[in-house]
């Protein structure tokens, strides 16, 4: 039986340690999410904020899991500024489960220093891979709470299995009244915008050798087949700096990113990006790299 918003939100006010969020698109994942690191920071405590949620962008851009750490309530109004990222490299975590799991139980851990950590997730909450998801996410990060944002019971089943395999002390919690649902149109407006916003308008194009991109490319790979490809910039200490679209003519490539300057490699993403329109395809890798 789920409790009201208010209610969760105040049992949670002297909560410290590490919170998960988990509900579907538009049940107040984010409006929580801050109110708990707003919480945190009143009481004079460091809060990290988390956003698994690779289809939005409260922090980072998306395709990225993102890590903020925040002591003083004026830095939520530049929440989007991360301190740290992960690249995923998809919209939707179905098929980067991997990528997605290790990239948040790593920023978690790197967040252990604050008082507390909030971890938003993915609105994928329905089928085996937002079950699996929401087990390996909470298998790895063994969370003092779970908070379970749901509008009928469509949590049921994972909340049910997060107490019975995991023991996890979940919450379970109607979304906060007033709270309008965005249109499918509206989404995809709010992420092309989020797109603009993290390639900018003073991209460099880098030329690189292909041997610089991960996963690693078959002796023989048709380079043209990488044209328009979203990838990670990474650094030599294995973090994202920020995202790049590759460009193909001929036996050249090239790089489009603001983040050159301390690039090392560059991790391939599961889809292709306009950067005029900022409209993306996904991409099996499976199938780009050795055509199955």
């Not at 208010?6 to 107040?28: N, W």
């Not at 049910?160 to 023991?167: N, P, Y």
């Not at 460009?247 to 050159?260: I, M």
Request: glycine content about 10%.
């Amino acid at each position: 039986m789920s409790e009201s918003y208010e209610v969760v939100a105040e049992r949670l006010a002297g909560v410290d340690g590490t919170i998960v969020v988990l509900g579907a698109a538009d049940t107040g994942k984010t409006t929580l999410g801050r109110a708990l690191v707003a919480d945190a920071l009143a009481a004079g405590r460091v809060a990290a904020y988390v956003d698994g949620d690779v289809a939005a962008d409260t922090v980072g851009p998306p395709t990225c899991v993102g890590l903020r750490i925040l002591r003083d309530p004026a830095e939520l109004d530049d929440l989007r500024r991360p301190d740290e990222l992960r690249f995923v490299g998809a919209l939707d975590p179905s098929g980067v489960l991997l990528p997605e799991v290790v990239g948040v139980a790593s920023l978690v851990e790197a967040a252990r220093s604050a008082d507390r950590v909030v971890v938003d997730t993915p609105g994928r909450i329905a089928g085996v891979v937002g079950e699996t998801l929401a087990y390996h996410l909470v298998e790895l990060l063994r969370p003092d709470v779970v908070v379970a944002l749901e509008v009928g019971e469509e949590l049921e089943p994972v909340v049910a299995m997060l107490r019975r395999f995991l023991s996890a002390n979940v919450l379970v919690a109607a979304p906060p009244d007033g709270l309008v649902p965005r249109s499918p149109l509206e989404r995809l407006e709010d992420r092309r915008a989020a797109f603009a916003r993290a390639f900018g308008s003073d991209l460099t194009r880098w030329r690189i050798h292909p041997g610089v991109v991960a996963p690693t490319l078959p002796e023989g790979f048709d380079l043209e087949r990488l044209d328009g490809m979203l990838v990670g910039i990474h650094d030599d200490r294995g973090r994202c700096l920020g995202l790049g679209a590759l460009e193909v003519e001929g036996p050249a490539v090239r790089v489009l990113t603001r983040h050159g300057d301390a690039m090392r490699g560059l991790r391939l993403g599961s889809m292709r990006i306009d950067l005029e329109t900022f409209e993306t395809d996904p991409v099996r890798l499976r199938q780009l790299i050795f055509g199955i």
